[in-house]
C-alpha cells in the first residue's frame, strides 16, 4: 500500500495551470484547495475548474482560501503541496520558503514549473523539503490532456518519485513520463525547437506559407505558428529564451528568437491574446497563400486513410518545398530521438510527451512510417544528425513506437 | 448451430477521435480499422473470403452508401471480394455479424471480414439527432420532435416505474459506472471525462434535461468510430490457431445467437407488451434465444456482459431481462454491486456506449471484439478476472430490433 494522497493544497488555483491542476486532482476525489492572493480569486480558480470538468459535483471535492488567511492553516495537512505561481523563481522561492517552515517533514512539494530548475527551487528550503521535492509539469488544459512530465533532481527521494509517480499514473491517469531536471524538460524542448525554427523561417518564407507546408498533415493537430499564436508569444519566448540560454546542443541556433518577433513582442504583439495586433496570423484574417503541391499531395492521401503512402510522397517528393518540409519534419525527429539518453532514458518517453502532451505525431511513429533505413538515408541528405537509436532501429529493421493502443491515424490530418 | 464459428481477433479504432477535424472521409475509418484488425490478428487480407459492413445512415451524416465497396479499397489483395452493407439502426453492426456467421455457418466462406463503421461528428447534435429519428417511424415519433431518442428511452424508463417503480439515482449510477469502467478502456470516449454519482444525480447547467427523465448523464455520446472483427470457419481457426501457437480450444466463438424485431413504434411495443412481466418481450426472447442455442442455463452462466445502454434506462431495461434480476428488480443489481467490475456479473466493463461510446453502425461489432477480449484475457485495465464466456446485446432503435451473442471458449 503506497502513501495515500488525502488532501492537496495549490498554490495559484486562480490561474490556468494551477486551477487545471487542481480540477485534476478533485476529479480524483481528492480533497483539493485552492489558494490565491484572495479568497475571491480562489473561487474564480474553483468555478474554472467546474467549468473544465463540466460539473458543479467536482466543487464538492474542493475549498477555497487566501495565502494570507489559509496559507498557514491548511499546508501543515497537506499530503502535497502544489505550486502554480507564476513562472518566477523570485516569486516561487518567497512562497517556498513558507510552505518549508509550514509543511509536515513528510509531505511532497511539486511545482508545475514548464522550464525553471528544479534543483535550484528545491534547495529553498532544508534538507527535507528538499529530498520531497520534484516538479510535476501538466500541459494546458490538464483535464484534456493527458500528457505529463514527472521531473525529480539529483536529490528527491526515490520513494518519493514512485510515490507521486503512482498517483500520477494510477489514480490521475496521466500518461506520465520521467525526465531529467535539465531546462524545459523533454516535451517543449523538442516542440519549441520545431515551432521557433518554424518561426525563424516566417521571416523568410512567410507565415502563411510554413504553416501551409508544415501544417497538420506533417502530424499535428496544429499548425505550428497558429500554434504560437496561440500559446501566446510572450510564453513562446520565455520558454526559448530560457533554453537558448542554457543548453548547447546540436540545434542550439534553432532557439534563437526571431529579431523581428522580439521587436514586436516589445511593442506588445503577443498572438491571439492581444486580437488587435494578432501574432504571426489575425483571428479572421485570409491568407492568399497557396497550399504547397507536396502538402496538396499528402492531405489527400491523409483525407483517405493512407498515411503510409502521404510518408512516400514526403520521402520522395522533389524541389524546394518539399525539401524545406523533410529538414523541418527530420529535424524533429532527429532532435527528439537525440533526447533519449540526455533528457529521457527510452524512445517510448519522447514518443508518449510528443503524442499525449503535444498532440503531435510522436517520432517513433514518424520513422515507422518513413521506414528506419530510409529515415537515416532522408538524414544523411538532409545534413541532420543521425540519433543513436535511430541507427539501431534501422540496422534491426525494427519499429519504433510501442503503443499499440493508440491509433497513429489521428495525428494526420487530411 | 451446424458449423461453429470463430472470432480471430480485431481492432477498434480510439472512440474518443473527432475524423471530421481530422478532415478525413468515412473511408479512412474503414481503412483504420481493417488494417489493424489484420494486423492484430496476423490474418493476411488475401486469407480473407467475404466481407459485411454494419453502418446506419452513412448516406446521411457522411453522404456516403455503397459501403462494402470501399473495404476493396484497403488492400490490393481484396480485389474481387465478395461484399454487402448491412443497416438495422443501432443493431447494424450486430447484423453484419449475422450474415458473415451464417455464411460461415452454411459452408459457403472459411474466412469473414466483419466492420462497423459510423461517423457522427459531421453535423451539429441537433441534425444528428434528428437523424437518429429516422431509426424511429420518423413521420410518428421523430418528426419535428428536438432529440427524439432520449425521449423515447425517457419513455421507457417511465413504463418501468408505471409498472414496477423506478428511482433515478439508481439510473445515475448505471451512469457512474460506466464512465468509471470507460476510465480504464485507452479506447474509449470518455475516459478523461468528469462523472462521479453525485454529478449523474444532479441536474444543473452542465447536466440539464434533454427529455423526460433523461439528463446528460443518462446519455451515451455521439461518436466517430470503426471496429473490424474476423470470423473464421473451424478448418480456418485451426490451421491459424496453429500459427499463433494456440489450440483451437483457446479461440473464443459463438456459442449462441438470438435476433427478434418487435413493432417500430415504441407506444406499440408497450401496447404489445401489456400484462407480461417484461417491457420487451422480443428482446427478452433473443436473449433466452441465444441462451438456449449456446447451452447456457441462464446469465450466471456468464462471466461478463456488453449492453446496449444508449441510455441509462436501456441497460436498466438489460439487467432485468438478461434475468439478473426478477422482472422490474433491476435496481437491486445496482445498488448490490452486481454489475460493477469485480461484481459477479460485470456489465459492461469496457464504459458501454454511455462511457465507451456509440458510434451507432460500429456497436455490435465493438461489443463482439470486447466480448473476443475479455474470453482471450487481452482486456487489459478492464478485464474481468478469468472471463470465458460472455454476452452482448444490442438493440436498434426503441427496443425494436434485437441481437444477443453468447461468446465462449
Redesign the interface.
Known amino acids: 500500500m503506497g502513501r495515500q494522497f488525502r488532501k492537496v493544497v495549490v498554490l495559484g488555483a486562480n490561474g490556468a495551470m494551477g486551477a487545471g491542476s487542481g480540477?485534476v486532482f478533485a476529479?480524483a476525489?481528492i480533497d483539493t484547495v485552492f489558494l490565491a492572493r484572495t479568497r475571491d480569486k480562489a473561487a474564480e480558480g474553483k468555478k474554472r475548474a467546474?467549468k473544465?470538468?463540466?460539473?458543479?459535483?467536482?466543487g464538492?471535492f474542493i475549498s477555497v482560501g487566501s495565502y494570507d488567511e489559509d496559507l498557514a492553516k491548511v499546508v501543515p495537512g497537506a499530503d502535497l503541496v502544489f505550486e502554480a505561481v507564476s513562472e518566477d523563481l523570485a516569486l516561487k522561492r518567497v512562497y517556498f520558503e513558507k510552505i518549508a517552515e509550514l509543511r509536515r517533514p513528510d509531505s511532497i512539494v511539486a511545482t508545475v514549473s514548464s522550464g525553471l530548475s528544479i534543483a535550484s527551487m528545491a534547495q529553498t528550503g532544508d534538507a527535507s523539503f528538499a529530498r520531497h521535492f520534484l516538479g510535476i509539469h501538466f500541459f494546458n488544459p490538464p483535464?484534456?490532456i493527458?500528457g505529463c512530465e514527472l521531473i525529480p533532481h539529483a536529490g528527491t527521494d526515490p520513494l518519493v518519485t514512485e510515490e507521486v509517480t503512482e498517483l500520477l499514473q494510477g489514480r490521475l491517469?496521466r500518461e506520465l513520463v520521467r525526465t531529467s531536471d535539465t531546462p524545459a524538460f523533454c516535451g517543449n524542448r523538442v516542440g519549441f525547437k520545431v515551432l521557433n525554427e518554424c518561426a525563424q523561417l516566417a521571416d523568410e518564407h512567410g507565415a502563411a506559407y510554413v504553416d501551409a507546408l508544415l501544417g497538420?498533415h506533417t502530424g499535428r493537430a496544429m499548425p505550428p505558428l497558429a500554434t504560437i499564436d496561440f500559446v501566446g508569444w510572450d510564453v513562446h519566448q520565455a520558454i526559448v529564451d530560457n533554453i537558448f540560454a542554457h543548453t548547447k546542443d546540436e540545434a542550439h541556433a534553432a532557439f534563437a528568437l526571431p529579431a523581428s518577433m522580439k521587436a514586436k513582442i516589445a511593442r506588445g504583439v503577443l498572438g491571439d491574446k492581444t486580437p488587435a495586433e494578432g501574432g504571426f496570423f489575425k483571428k479572421g484574417g485570409k491568407s492568399d497563400v497557396k497550399t504547397p503541391e507536396v502538402a496538396k499531395q499528402m492531405?489527400a492521401l491523409?483525407?483517405?486513410?493512407?498515411y503510409q503512402e502521404a510518408f512516400d510522397v514526403f520521402a520522395e517528393a522533389t524541389g524546394p518545398d518539399a525539401a524545406l518540409m523533410r529538414k523541418v519534419i527530420l529535424g524533429y525527429v532527429s532532435y527528439a530521438l537525440n533526447r533519449v539518453g540526455e533528457v529521457v532514458e527510452r524512445v517510448a518517453d519522447v514518443d508518449r510527451i510528443m503524442g499525449f502532451g503535444f498532440n503531435w505525431a510522436p517520432p517513433g511513429a514518424l520513422v515507422d512510417l518513413i521506414g528506419a533505413r530510409r529515415t537515416v538515408a532522408l538524414l544523411e541528405a538532409a545534413k541532420l544528425p543521425i540519433p543513436r537509436v535511430l541507427v539501431e532501429a534501422a540496422e534491426r529493421n525494427q519499429r519504433l513506437f510501442d503503443a499499440a493502443?493508440?491509433?497513429v491515424?489521428?495525428f494526420?490530418?487530411? | 448451430m451446424t458449423r461453429p464459428v470463430y472470432i480471430l481477433g480485431g481492432y477498434q479504432?480510439?472512440f474518443a477521435?473527432n475524423w471530421t477535424?481530422?478532415?478525413?472521409?468515412i473511408?479512412?475509418?474503414?481503412?483504420?480499422a481493417v488494417t489493424?484488425g489484420l494486423a492484430s490478428t496476423g490474418v493476411e487480407a488475401r486469407e480473407i473470403e467475404v466481407g459485411h459492413v454494419g453502418n446506419f445512415a452513412a448516406e446521411l451524416y457522411a453522404m456516403q452508401g455503397h459501403l462494402g465497396a470501399f473495404l476493396v479499397?484497403v488492400d490490393p489483395a481484396f480485389g474481387g471480394l465478395p461484399t454487402g452493407r448491412h443497416e438495422a439502426a443501432c443493431a447494424s453492426g450486430s447484423i453484419a455479424l449475422l450474415a458473415a456467421s451464417a455464411e460461415i455457418e452454411a459452408g459457403r466462406y472459411e474466412s469473414a471480414l466483419v466492420v462497423g463503421v459510423e461517423q457522427m461528428k459531421t453535423v451539429s447534435p441537433a441534425v444528428g439527432g434528428d437523424y437518429l429519428g429516422t431509426a424511429a417511424w420518423y413521420e410518428r415519433e421523430a418528426k419535428g420532435v428536438e432529440f427524439p431518442f432520449p425521449k423515447l428511452f425517457g419513455k421507457l424508463g417511465d413504463e418501468y416505474e408505471k409498472r414496477y417503480g423506478l428511482k433515478d439515482e439508481h439510473l445515475a449510477a448505471i451512469s457512474a459506472i460506466n464512465y468509471e469502467n470507460a476510465?480504464k478502456n485507452?479506447?474509449a470516449q470518455t475516459?478523461?471525462?468528469?462523472?462521479?454519482n453525485?454529478?449523474a444525480c444532479?441536474s444543473?447547467q452542465?447536466?440539464a434535461v434533454i427529455g423526460g427523465r433523461i439528463k446528460v448523464s443518462d446519455c451515451s455520446q455521439v461518436t466517430d468510430g470503426a471496429v473490424a472483427l474476423v470470423l473464421a470457419s473451424e478448418a480456418f481457426a485451426t490451421k491459424w490457431a496453429a500459427r499463433r501457437g494456440l489450440t483451437l480450444d483457446q479461440v473464443p466463438r459463438l456459442l449462441g445467437w438470438g435476433h427478434r424485431t418487435a413493432p417500430l413504434t415504441f407506444d406499440a411495443k408497450v401496447e404489445e407488451s401489456r400484462g407480461n412481466p417484461f417491457i420487451l418481450p422480443h428482446t427478452r426472447r433473443a436473449i433466452t434465444d441465444a441462451f438456449g442455442r449456446a447451452g447456457v442455463a441462464d446469465c450466471w452462466a456468464l462471466d461478463g456482459i456488453e449492453t446496449h445502454d444508449c441510455f441509462t434506462t436501456s441497460e436498466y431495461m438489460a439487467i432485468d431481462h438478461f434475468g439478473l434480476t426478477a422482472p422490474g428488480e433491476s435496481w437491486k443489481a445496482v445498488e448490490e454491486g452486481v454489475i460493477a467490475l469485480g461484481g459477479k456479473l460485470p456489465i459492461n466493463p469496457s464504459g458501454g456506449l454511455i462511457g465507451g461510446g456509440h458510434p451507432v453502425g460500429a456497436t455490435g461489432v465493438r461489443q463482439l471484439l470486447d466480448a473476443y477480449l475479455q474470453t482471450t484475457g487481452q482486456a487489459?485495465a478492464y478485464q474481468v478476472e478469468g472471463a470465458r464466456r460472455f454476452a452482448t446485446l444490442n438493440i436498434g432503435g426503441s427496443g425494436t430490433t434485437t441481437c444477443v451473442f453468447v461468446v465462449g471458449t
Open positions: 480540477e476529479a476525489g467546474e473544465m470538468a463540466k460539473s458543479t459535483a467536482l464538492r483535464n484534456v493527458v491517469g497538420p492531405r491523409n483525407h483517405v486513410g493512407r493502443h493508440v491509433d491515424g489521428r494526420f490530418h487530411g | 479504432t480510439d477521435r477535424k481530422e478532415g478525413k472521409h473511408s479512412a475509418m474503414i481503412r483504420e489493424g479499397d476510465r485507452p479506447k475516459r478523461t471525462w468528469y462523472m462521479s453525485d454529478h444532479g444543473d452542465y447536466n487489459g
